[in-house]
């Protein structure tokens, strides 16, 4: 199972950084994606990096603020946030699946999310 954490309450234009950890096997080999879920809207997909960590993919709505990123001998993978905004305000997710892809359907091992704030 997969678990995410870093999440928390942060102001505007801030910044914070979430790992997912694999709790019960390896990242290696296998692409990860974040997703978010704010209250009453569906989960959608934010991120992706490749097995290797070549190539990542990004939401419009995130791009050029959020940064994937993996070290795989620590078995974890990050999404470096930065210029957060109110709308970014979610529970964020980490999935595996076998190649990038946006849709939820593609992805497997849901664990517990952690929880985003931005507030003033």
């Known amino acids: 199972q997969l678990q995410a954490s870093g999440g928390g309450l942060v102001q505007p234009g801030g910044s914070l950084r979430l790992s997912c950890v694999g709790s019960?096997?390896?990242?290696?080999?296998?692409?990860i994606g974040w997703f978010r879920q704010a209250p009453e809207k569906e989960r959608e997909w934010v991120s992706c990096?490749?097995?290797?960590?070549?190539?990542?993919y990004y939401a419009d709505s995130v791009k050029g603020r959020f940064t994937a990123s993996r070290d795989n001998t620590a078995n974890t993978v990050y999404l470096q946030m930065n210029s957060l905004k109110p709308e970014d305000t979610a529970v964020y997710y980490c999935?595996?699946?076998?190649?990038?892809?946006?849709?939820?359907?593609?992805?497997?091992?849901w664990g517990q999310g952690t929880q985003v704030t931005v507030s003033s």
């Open positions: 999935s595996r699946t076998p190649s990038c892809k946006t849709s939820l359907r593609d992805y497997l091992d």
């Open positions: 019960t096997f390896t990242l290696d080999y296998i692409a």
């Open positions: 990096i490749s097995e290797s960590g070549g190539s990542s």
